[in-house]
């Protein structure tokens, strides 16, 4: 969406009566540098959304076509990402935005800012939320939806997906049933990713474990983060520290089980 599109859909949205607008942008694109992002951005603060989303551009030619016509040498370089990112920060922050957490600012009377204020903040495998353990139903192709400790996937075509619904079934073709680790570890992701900060106490009583024992290979892997100033772990919790923010897609991968150490290196070259 262009900039003179934005100014149009926002007023419309204004006076349609909507309540929260979000704009959508994404950094790491082809001829990008931190100025010309810099221009973009106070043209997008200007329009006073009430959040602002910031993605990363993931250059995958061999699993996206259309991706195929860009030239990879015309992307930015990782450092020029970062510094990006780094400066989206900054000036989002002076414009008067609240850093939500993976890649989402709110200015501080919306929702997601105020109940990130009251702790009660949640992330389901859509974004961020106020609505913490609420089911969601998948409906129409392709969509996830989310039931106790299960997912499910809706099949991708419409034949298919009208054809199960005309017989009565239910369109999904894959799932997966959450085991206790899987619960558990989602929720301890789900604290740091929504509040930053994780109290060992807190995941023991609700889980009836030690967390430092359960989980002392992921609290030596994270020395390294904290030697470079992202986390603190401390003998009551963790603490994700200002620098970490920005990169705490990063910090929660330590404690997701599914991800060796290569892959881990292989996802952060792509955050940034």
Request: with cysteine.
């Amino acid at each position: 969406m262009g900039v003179v599109a934005g100014i149009g859909n926002v007023a419309a949205a204004r006076e349609a009566g909507m309540r929260s607008v979000n704009l959508d942008l994404i950094y790491g694109l082809p001829k990008q540098d931190p100025e010309s992002f810099a221009r973009t951005l106070e043209s997008v603060t200007a329009l006073r959304p009430e959040r602002i989303a910031l993605y990363a551009y993931a250059h995958l030619p061999e699993r996206f076509k259309p991706q195929r016509r860009i030239n990879a040498e015309e992307l930015p370089a990782p450092q020029e990402k970062l510094d990006i990112l780094e400066m989206t920060s900054a000036k989002l922050a002076a414009a008067g935005y609240v850093y939500i957490g993976m890649d989402h600012f709110a200015r501080p009377d919306d929702e997601l800012a105020v109940a990130q204020r009251d702790g009660t903040l949640y992330r389901n495998f859509q974004g961020y939320s106020t609505h913490a353990d609420c089911d969601l139903i998948g409906v129409g192709v392709t969509s996830i939806g989310m039931v106790g400790p299960t997912y499910a996937q809706n099949v991708k075509s419409l034949e298919e997906y009208y054809g199960r619904i005309d017989a009565g079934e239910l369109p999904v073709f894959r799932g997966l049933m959450l085991t206790r680790d899987d619960e558990i570890r989602r929720d301890v992701i789900t604290r740091l990713i929504c509040h930053f900060t994780l109290r060992y106490g807190d995941v023991g009583d609700r889980w009836g474990l030690d967390f430092r024992d359960t989980f002392a290979a992921e609290i030596d892997r994270l020395a390294e983060m904290e030697a470079d100033g992202l986390v603190r772990v401390g003998e009551q919790g963790i603490d994700v520290l200002p620098k970490g923010r920005l990169l705490i897609r990063n910090i929660c991968m330590v404690f997701d089980a599914y991800l060796s150490a290569a892959q881990e290196t292989k996802r952060f070259s792509r955050v940034i």
